[in-house]
């Protein structure tokens, strides 16, 4: 079966860097994304992940390693609005084109 | 502004009654998509219509229909076959039908309390 895990929740502190992570075993794979939800509203999109290598967007950099089934989210500069979940979605089955979306990581910083 | 408006936010129903789900975008999107959330689990794929007049079960249908007579809008309705309907709800579009290449706009959400 397809299967995504994450930590099911961090702490940090404001100021700081952190990492979430992001595994999973696909049947193909066609990209990765990543959102973030606060509580109670809809995600919204972050980043997404189709090729090996880092993509840098702002204080939010997502990484991605095809061979090892392997994410993660950097937050630089933490804020306090960044205390939220954060979702890693992968995009697989070849042309059938599914998403399966992970349990989420519940990132809460700290002053 | 574009975006996907849901309705109502909160819903709360009696055992037995079936609720419709309002989800309406105006971003001329192709495809839209119904999720339902719940603690410790990831988004779960109710249904998804890639085209006006047609529509597909996603991994959890049982208890849910949908129809899609406007490219605009995308109502769920949670029959009372639902066995355990008390859930966040939350509709998406893509710009292309059947991609997930770009990214899924999401709206508000729904969140429905059954009694």
Not at chain 1, 63 to 68: E, G, H, Y
Not at chain 1, 70 to 93: F, N
Request: with cysteine.
């Amino acid at each position: 079966g397809q299967n995504i895990d994450q930590p099911t929740e961090m702490t940090a502190t404001e100021g700081a860097i952190v990492q979430i992570n992001c595994t999973y075993q696909t049947s193909g794979f066609n990209g990765l994304f990543w959102y973030q939800q606060h509580a109670g509203e809809a995600p919204t999109f972050l980043s997404y992940n189709v090729l090996d290598g880092l993509e840098e967007k702002g204080r939010f950099s997502s990484f991605l390693s095809r061979s090892k089934g392997y994410s993660y989210l950097l937050l630089k500069e933490l804020q306090m609005k960044d205390s939220a979940s954060y979702l890693c979605a992968v995009c697989y089955g070849g042309a059938t084109n599914k998403l399966i979306f992970g349990t989420g990581t519940l990132l809460a910083v700290q002053p | 502004d574009g975006g996907i408006t849901q309705s109502p936010k909160y819903l709360f129903r009696k055992e037995g009654q079936n609720v419709t789900l309002s989800c309406e975008q105006n971003l001329n999107h192709d495809a839209m998509y119904w999720y339902r959330q719940d603690p410790g689990q990831g988004l779960r794929l109710i249904y998804y219509s890639q085209i006006v007049n047609d529509f597909q079960k996603g991994d959890i249908a049982e208890g849910y229909s949908v129809s899609r007579e406007k490219k605009e809008s995308f109502p769920l309705t949670v029959t009372s076959a639902q066995k355990n309907p008390t859930a966040f709800y939350l509709c998406a579009s893509t710009k292309n039908r059947g991609s997930y290449t770009g990214e899924l706009f999401f709206g508000e959400g729904s969140r429905l309390t059954v009694l």
